[in-house]
């Protein structure tokens, strides 16, 4: 079983994940994908273009924050903007370091998949 730790209304709530084997894991997994996925799906999901790599949203959610400016240099794993996902503030981190470009705005609703910023 994994636990998770989920602050709701500022309180913390110890929650346990039981991994299922067999047919029903496509019920579980994305339960208990959904919430620590934020940082480690970032990563994953951008591709290699000419200009940079590609920072794309990994959920749908709201554009909160962006937590550095325009054209400032990143480095990996640096929180770059803040997703709200279900009530639920997520911070999107640089997958590779760089110079970055948004392509997005706070206040801006995103689905899986939208294009958040380049990296190059």
Not at 39 to 52: F, I
Not at 59 to 88: C, H, R, S, Y
């Amino acid at each position: 079983m994994r636990k998770f730790i989920v602050t709701i209304d500022g309180k913390n709530y110890e929650v346990g994940v039981e991994e299922v084997l067999g047919d029903q894991p496509a019920a579980a997994a994305p339960v208990a994908a959904a919430q620590p996925a934020a940082a480690p799906s970032a990563p994953s999901a951008p591709a290699a273009v000419g200009a940079g790599e590609k920072l794309v949203s990994p959920f749908p959610g709201l554009i909160k924050g962006l937590l550095v400016k325009e054209g400032d240099t990143v480095t990996v794993n640096q929180p770059v903007l803040v997703l709200e996902a279900m009530k639920m503030d997520n911070d999107i981190t640089a997958p590779v370091a760089g110079k970055i470009s948004f392509k997005v705005a706070v206040g801006d609703n995103v689905e899986t998949n939208t294009l958040l910023a380049v990296i190059g």
